[in-house]
T-cell receptor
Framework: KAGVTQTPRYLIKTRGQQVTLSCSPISGHRSVSWYQQTPGQGLQFLFEYFSETQRNKGNFPGRFSGRQFSNSRSEMNVSTLELGDSALYLC????????????FGPGTRLLVL | DQQVKQNSPSLSVQEGRISILNCDYTNSMFDYFLWYKKYPAEGPTFLISISSIKDKNEDGRFTVFLNKSAKHLSLHIVPSQPGDSAVYFCAARDNFNKFYFGSGTKLNVKP
């Protein structure tokens, strides 16, 4: 079974631009969560989508948004990029039930100049 | 406000010895705890989990202990192997199905 895939793997943008990241979950998984990882901060939860609906949201500004499609694929968008948005963005998928482990993709490394 | 804390950024142990990674949390509503391992340039991979109704879960060389009264979680790796060298994250889930991660502990197992 194929794992979680994320595209692109690396991205360089400049301040003020916007970016869209994509995540394809494991087949059969309906929940997709997004995380931001920065050095020393661990993984910060952005949001979770389940069956095309945002089910949970972290404490990030409205510049960070996402959506999920009927095939469970998810996209994350960041508008008006800031230097501090440079990070590794990880998505994780699960079936979405109780005691369900999340499986992570390799991440998208975003550098904002 | 970090609800899950890993206070040791790094740990070095000799091959064959025990590695003990620690994690503290503040939210008593957490009901499910996990450990992930992360190699450079890869996403975290699931290692082992424990429900809040248990105090121990074992899987091969890996054992997770949960002390609810102390709000403390630990991962024991016995015996440690050089291939275990990675960053280890602990995570906890609240009753809204939201996950919180610690900042990670970098384990180095010396041959």
């Amino acid at each position: 079974k194929a794992g979680v895939t994320q595209t692109p793997r690396y991205l360089i943008k400049t301040r003020g631009q916007q970016v869209t990241l994509s995540c394809s979950p494991i087949s059969g998984h309906r929940s997709v969560s997004w995380y931001q990882q920065t050095p020393g901060q661990g993984l910060q939860f952005l949001f979770e989508y389940f069956s095309e609906t945002q089910r949970n949201k972290g404490n990030f500004p409205g510049r960070f948004s996402g959506r999920q499609f009927s095939n469970s694929r998810s996209e994350m968008n960041v508008s008006t990029l800031e230097l501090g948005d440079s990070a590794l963005y990880l998505c994780a998928s699960s079936r979405g039930g109780a005691d369900e482990t999340q499986y992570f993709g390799p991440g998208t490394r975003l550098l904002v100049l | 406000d970090q609800q899950v804390k890993q206070n040791s950024p790094s740990l070095s142990v000799q091959e064959g010895r025990i590695s003990i990674l620690n994690c503290d949390y503040t939210n008593s509503m957490f009901d499910y705890f996990l450990w992930y391992k992360k190699y450079p340039a890869e996403g975290p991979t699931f290692l082992i989990s424990i429900s809040s109704i248990k105090d121990k879960n074992e899987d091969g060389r890996f054992t997770v202990f949960l002390n609810k009264s102390a709000k403390h979680l630990s991962l024991h790796i016995v015996p440690s192997q050089p291939g275990d060298s990675a960053v280890y994250f602990c995570a906890a889930r609240d009753n809204f199905n939201k996950f919180y991660f610690g900042s990670g502990t970098k384990l180095n197992v010396k041959p």
